[in-house]
């Protein structure tokens, strides 16, 4: 029987080569590549059961009443009714967002939920009483917390076996390794980390949550591959003007990535938002032209957004195309639309759109209000400043329905708007002292927004 195999693997790129090489091929550095152990094909299959087994023997650890309450309403809510017990959850962010200040505080709570077990706090970047400055300053018990400077695997198994916690919380994954020796944070060393991470929650049944540092593009540091192997994906964002933070998932693999958490940054640490309907408008907000507003849905929540646009002459050959926000591919076709449907010279002017405070929105409900705020900045004309606009705009210029208008409505009445542009369609709403334009298709719309347009 063969015994394992040495593959040399490149520190910067991670590329393996079955000799050594002074230089590595694929990203061309000196003096990267060295020697690693890894098990023959034989020898990996042999552990490996070949048995099938029924589904129907299997037994789920998905339903709600399995998952365990972080005793915060907006995080369970983004991950669907709580966390899975071995779920591996990567958070990620900018610097000083306040990544680990919700996670100091969901430890803190969950802590208070289960006094049996504790929470384990790693930390391979601040010291214990560092942390506990933290805590002092957010008011937060910390008894049945526990801390670990130590953030290599073996460390982190230790300690996990000993303390028997509810949930780990690891600040951060570039600073884990894989032993005592090794260097953090390379692609190589981040995968097997990982992967030793995702085995440990797995056998042991404790989620494990890792902070992700992120890159100048906004997508959590290291290879691709980590985002692959984790079980949820989230990422911590601020809003514009910086008070609002919000919570939103790119994968999650026990629940949907459709909802949004939303918190409020003050001195002792976030605060949760229940009615975060109206949290992304600006209470002075200016009447002036290009401005509308959407009643975007997230999940299970209507969020009033405003939309932004400005359209200016291009110095360019080609007129520029700006989103904050907005899928551009979308805002290229609306734009198409406008200019043949409505005869907008756009041809030759620039557009920017924007969707103030920070909210992605995806939804084909968007188009209406985009379209109005780009008639409006087109003909310098304002909207009315108690308006709401959805709607998805087909090719042919004509307007479909969308979903919950009910709501949308609803929510927009409860924060003083007083009418809505939107497609024909049927809907109930109790909503009294609402004026409701209904459009078939763009040119209609436009008529019934800016009654004050002469033609």
Not at 159 to 169: D, G
Not at 171 to 200: F, K, W, Y
Not at 405 to 429: C, D, G, N, Y
Request: proline fraction near 5%; include cysteine.
């Amino acid at each position: 029987m063969s015994g394992p195999k040495t593959v040399f693997r490149c520190s910067k790129c991670d590329a393996q080569f079955p000799r050594w090489e002074g230089r590595c091929r694929e990203c061309g550095s000196w003096d990267t590549l060295s020697a690693h152990q890894v098990l023959s094909k034989k020898e990996g299959t042999a552990k490996v059961s070949n048995k099938a087994v029924t589904f129907s023997s299997l037994r789920a650890n998905d339903g709600d009443a399995k998952r365990l309450s972080t005793g915060s309403s907006e995080f369970d809510r983004v991950l669907g009714g709580g966390i899975v017990p071995g779920a591996l959850i990567l958070l990620g962010g900018n610097p000083g967002v306040g990544k680990s200040t919700l996670l100091l505080q969901i430890a803190s709570r969950m802590a208070g939920l289960n006094i049996i077990q504790p929470v384990l706090y790693v930390s391979g970047e601040e010291s214990g009483e560092q942390i506990r400055l933290r805590l002092d300053r957010l008011e937060a018990r910390p008894d049945n917390l526990h801390f670990l400077g130590d953030s290599t695997i073996p460390s982190i198994t230790a300690a996990m076996t000993e303390t028997s916690p509810q949930l780990v919380i690891i600040d951060s994954l570039q600073t884990i390794r894989s032993v005592n020796g090794t260097t953090a944070g390379r692609p190589g060393e981040l995968r097997d980390a990982l992967e030793a991470l995702m085995e440990l929650a797995k056998t042991t049944n404790v989620p494990i949550v890792i902070v992700g540092h992120v890159t100048k593009g906004g997508i959590v540091a290291g290879p691709k591959l980590l985002e692959h192997l984790v079980d949820a994906v989230l990422y911590f964002d601020a809003s514009e003007e910086g008070e609002h933070r919000v919570l939103y998932a790119t994968k999650n693999r026990f629940g949907g990535i459709t909802e949004v958490g939303i918190w409020r940054m003050e001195g002792k640490g976030l605060i949760e938002m229940a009615n975060p309907a109206a949290a992304f408008l600006n209470k002075k907000r200016p009447l002036a032209p290009g401005t509308i507003i959407l009643p975007a849905l997230k999940g299970s929540r209507v969020f009033l957004v405003e939309v932004q646009a400005l359209v200016a002459k291009t110095r360019f050959t080609h007129p520029q195309r700006r989103t904050t926000g907005f899928d551009l591919n979308r805002l290229q076709l609306l734009i198409a639309v406008l200019t043949k449907h409505l005869g907008l010279p756009l041809a030759y002017r620039d557009v920017h759109l924007n969707i103030v405070g920070g909210l992605k929105v995806t939804e084909p409900a968007a188009d209406l209000a985009v379209a109005l705020a780009i008639v409006s900045a087109t003909q310098n004309s304002t909207l009315p400043h108690d308006m709401i606009a959805c709607g998805e705009l087909g090719l042919h210029g004509e307007l479909r329905s969308v979903t919950e208008l009910s709501r949308r409505i609803e929510t927009a009445a409860r924060v003083s708007f007083r009418q809505a542009v939107i497609p024909e369609q049927k809907f109930e709403t109790k909503t009294k002292n609402f004026l409701v334009h209904q459009a078939d298709n763009i040119k209609t719309a436009v008529e019934v927004a800016f009654p004050q347009r002469t033609h």
